[in-house]
């Protein structure tokens, strides 16, 4: 984290750092550029549309899986918007029509079943269709969208049923969290299962779970995926990664308010794990905390609670050099994906503030939330 006066920061709250977020960017413009690829934001990973405008100088647009997230990238980015929803409300397709360029479906019943729609349109739209390769390297099946019974895109058996004719393009999204190499495995199913009906299509969507802006991750193996597919089947690819864009740039900054022993020491923070970080709980994960070590590292652990009354409202077990006091400030890294977009007020917890740091250094308040947002939601 930058210099940062903790002390002054309204806890709790998430904090992004646009330095780091462009960085990110830099490297996905650069395969961009050097392929000819497009990248887009999943919103459903960061949403924080603040920053939209300055993620549009370097990004092709966004994509979206709900009308909501479409309208949002639509209003606050313009460019291309994209947008796949597992099954279309009919009453959502009207506004689809008004602001997204591309429409991704499902399968061949969904495609057939708004395809006049589309047509009739003034808009010039593509459409395509998700397909479910049936090869995925995820073990846990929360994440995995090509576990058997999955409801997430066509099977090539599904697909030769026929009646897609129309369509422009391919979309796939099997990864997650992962390097070059997974991709590369998945284009060669991709390739054997779909790859005579690429040479008619406009363009192929490789999804996101491409971890492109990680230390350790293989940008030329990507480089080589991205022209293996564009040369082979002259087709414009593009990438959908959310995690990628924000991965390592932002921070959840909390208050210990109070410790405690019961067998062991017990700190509980003005953050929640339930409410403010979800996935810890979700995925489960442990979040790293600056200047914190494994239990037992460091001198003195403890496990660190949220302010709810939820017993498992728990984020983990993390050691330090000296003893918590109250009123001390703990950093929660890599807080900018997945969190903001999944908070929620269970047990009228009050939502994180969102702040910027601008390249300057300075602290910019985005928002803050109170009383009516938790209220408001509720009758
Ligand atoms: C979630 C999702 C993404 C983004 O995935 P990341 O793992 O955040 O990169 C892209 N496309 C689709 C269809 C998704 O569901």
């Not at 395969?31 to 370097?58: D, H, N, W």
């Not at 409300?89 to 969904?110: T, W």
């Not at 480089?223 to 959310?242: D, S």
Request: a negative charge.
């Amino acid at each position: 984290m930058r210099n940062i006066d903790l002390t002054k920061l309204p806890t709790p709250c998430y904090v992004v750092d646009e330095t780091l977020l462009k960085q990110n960017l830099e490297i996905l413009k650069s395969v961009m550029e050097r392929t000819g690829c497009k990248i887009l934001l999943a919103q459903k990973a960061f949403s924080m549309y603040s920053l939209y405008p300055m993620i549009g100088e370097y990004l092709s647009g966004t994509t979206a899986s709900s009308l909501f997230e479409a309208k949002l990238g639509y209003e606050e980015m313009g460019k291309e918007t994209h947008i796949y929803n597992p099954a279309y409300r009919e009453d959502d397709f009207e506004e689809i029509l008004q602001i997204c360029d591309h429409i991704v479906f499902n399968n061949v019943k969904q495609w057939k079943l708004f395809r006049d729609k589309v047509k009739q349109s003034n808009r010039e739209i593509q459409c395509g269709i998700r397909i479910n390769p049936e090869y995925a390297e995820i073990e846990t099946n929360m994440y995995n969208p090509c576990f058997e019974g999955s409801r997430l895109g066509t099977t090539l058996a599904d697909f030769e049923e026929g009646g897609f004719e129309g369509i422009d393009g391919l979309h796939f999204h099997t990864m997650c969290e992962q390097n070059a190499d997974v991709l590369w495995r998945t284009l060669q199913v991709v390739e054997e299962k779909f790859g005579k009906y690429l040479h008619q299509l406009k363009w192929i969507n490789f999804g996101g779970g491409h971890h492109i802006t990680r230390k350790d991750y293989d940008i030329e193996l990507l480089i080589t995926c991205i022209m293996h597919m564009k040369n082979k089947y002259q087709v414009q690819v593009y990438l959908e990664p959310g995690e990628a864009i924000a991965l390592n740039t932002g921070y959840l900054v909390s208050t210990v308010l109070d410790t405690l022993e019961n067998g062991r020491s017990l700190a509980i923070l003005d953050t929640s794990a339930a409410c403010h970080m979800p996935d810890v709980l979700e995925m489960p994960y442990r979040p790293n905390i600056i200047h914190s070590g494994q239990p037992d590292e460091k001198r003195y652990t403890y496990r660190l609670g949220g302010p709810t009354c939820l017993a498992g409202d728990v984020i983990g077990d993390y050691s330090f050099d000296d003893p918590l006091k109250r009123g001390e400030k703990l950093v929660f890294c890599d807080m900018a994906i997945y969190s903001m977009v999944k908070n929620n007020t269970f047990n009228g917890i009050n939502l994180p503030a969102i702040l910027i740091q601008r390249e300057n250094g300075e602290i910019e308040i985005v928002k803050q939330f109170n009383y009516e947002d938790f209220k408001g939601r509720l009758s």
